[in-house]
């Protein structure tokens, strides 16, 4: 069955940098694009960024452009988000998730709690 | 402030039904697929609806989705205290390959 395990979450200072990690099984990797999806505490969803099945394209939501890079290992079947200056704004779990249909997001990790805070 | 706009609460009695609309705009909605997901209390979200009115497998059939225009909604028939949770709506603009939810509505079932 297809499995979604996000790793690397944790407490950390304003302005420092923290790595995201997905870890997928149960399906053909290389075949899906993959998302990360954020929630404030208390909060909605928020659609944080996508790469392409192939890893050849990236897009993010604008408030973590330049700040926020997603990457693919299809080798090792993870994807990962580098997240730069970080601020309390950023303060959420952090969900990765499978596109399928061309629209949707059909598999979800169990999520990543990220904290910026001094 | 979210693109698409849900009520942030709806509430009703187990066994009867409940709609939780999603508004939005000719650039979202209107122009493409919904779908919903729901959050059950301290878990992650999973796909409930997509397509707008497509059930993924295990999904009863006790849901079901539909778009007019630029709104969606969600119907729950026959609820059940277990369906108690947040219900998100969202699309994917593959122009801009962006992702847009809704802002969650709280189902209470009395």
């Known amino acids: 069955q297809v499995q979604l395990v996000e790793s690397g979450g944790g407490v950390v200072q304003p302005g420092r940098s923290l790595r995201l990690s997905c870890a997928a099984s149960g399906f053909t990797f290389s075949n899906y694009g993959m998302h990360w999806v954020r929630q404030a505490p208390g909060k909605g969803l928020e659609w944080v960024a996508v790469i392409w099945p192939d890893g050849s394209k990236e897009y993010y939501t604008e408030s973590v452009k330049g700040r926020f890079t997603i990457s693919r290992d299809n080798s090792k079947n993870t994807v990962s988000l580098q997240m730069n200056s970080l601020s309390a704004e950023d303060t959420a779990v952090y969900y990765c998730?499978?596109?399928?249909?061309?629209?949707?997001?059909?598999?979800w990790g169990q999520g990543t709690l990220v904290t910026v805070s001094s | 402030q979210s693109a698409l706009t849900q009520p942030p609460s709806v509430s009703a009695a187990p066994g009867q039904k409940v709609t939780i609309s999603c508004s939005g705009s000719?650039?979202?909605?209107?122009?493409?697929?919904v779908s919903w997901y729901q959050q059950l209390p301290g878990t992650a979200p999973r796909l409930l609806m997509y397509d707008t009115n497509k059930r993924p497998s295990g999904i009863p059939d006790r849901f079901s989705g539909s778009k007019s225009g630029t709104s969606a909604t969600l119907g729950i028939t026959g609820l059940q205290t277990g369906d108690e949770a947040d219900y998100y709506c969202g699309t994917w603009d593959n122009s801009l390959s962006v992702g847009v939810f809704g802002g969650g509505t709280k189902l209470t079932v009395l």
């Open positions: 000719s650039s979202n909605i209107g122009n493409t697929y």
């Open positions: 998730a499978r596109h399928a249909h061309d629209r949707d997001w059909d598999h």
